[in-house]
Structure formats: structure tokens, C-alpha cells
């Protein structure tokens, strides 16, 4: 499945953004979808997911702060992130797979994830 993520930009800190992925064409109701970042000079990260059942998951670093959700009527995924620092700063990338995961650790892992959009660049400044 082709992902397309948009959203990113330049913000101060303290403000907010919303990242959206859309699948053109396709459901992603029957999908596992996440949120994963890259930092200049680190390791993807895992940011957040929603199981097929609904259920969210959040990186600690950003639980209470961002939130995932998906409208299944415009097959979008989304990613509401408010009080933004600059460590948030990085290409955030949406993913996504046909399985069902029934370990939580499932989905926090990259290779989880079969289906990747082109990331999207979101640069805080302090």
C-alpha cells in the first residue's frame, strides 16, 4: 500500500501541528497504522500506533501530548501533535500493515510495518 504523509512544517515551540497519511484508494481500516520518526543523526523511533481494534499506543516521550487517530470514510490517518519542543524535531514517517498484532511490543517495532509513506519534515524551533 502507497502512503502519503503531508502536514510538516516550521513551528515555534508550544504551538501544534497535524500530520496527516493518506492511502489512496485503500482502506486502512483493516490495517495496523503507526507514526515513527528520524532524527539527523539517530535511529527511527516509534512515536504512536492504533491497532485494528482501536486501541493507541504512545512512545513515552510524546504520550500526553500527540495523539493518532484515522477518519476510515477518507481512508486518512492522522497524528495530533500539541506542545511541540524541539526535540520533536524530524522526518515523521507514517506506516502500515495487514496483520493484527496480539503483542504490544508488536507494535513499537519498525519491521512490524510492511508499508511506508516519504515522511514528512517537522522542525521546532525553541
Known amino acids: 500500500v502507497q502512503l502519503q504523509a503531508s502536514g510538516g512544517g516550521l513551528v515555534q515551540a508550544g504551538e501544534s501541528l497535524r500530520l496527516s497519511c493518506a492511502a489512496p484508494?485503500?482502506?486502512?481500516?483493516?490495517?495496523?497504522m503507526a507514526w515513527f520518526r528520524q532524527a539527523p543523526g539517530k535511529e527511527r523511533e516509534f512515536v504512536a500506533a492504533v491497532a485494528h481494534s482501536g486501541g493507541e499506543y504512545y512512545a513515552d516521550s510524546v504520550a500526553g501530548r500527540f495523539t493518532i487517530s484515522r477518519d476510515n470514510s477518507k481512508n486518512t490517518l492522522y497524528l495530533q501533535m500539541n506542545s511541540l519542543k524541539p526535540e520533536d524535531t524530524a522526518v515523521y514517517y507514517c506506516?502500515?500493515?495487514?496483520?493484527?498484532?496480539?503483542?504490544?511490543?508488536?507494535?513499537?517495532?519498525?519491521?512490524?510495518?510492511?508499508?511506508w509513506g516519504q515522511g514528512t519534515q517537522v522542525t521546532v524551533s525553541s
Open positions: 506506516a502500515g500493515s495487514p496483520r493484527i498484532y496480539t503483542r504490544r511490543s508488536s507494535y513499537y517495532q519498525s519491521p512490524s510495518y510492511a508499508s
Open positions: 484508494g485503500r482502506t486502512l481500516l483493516s490495517n495496523t
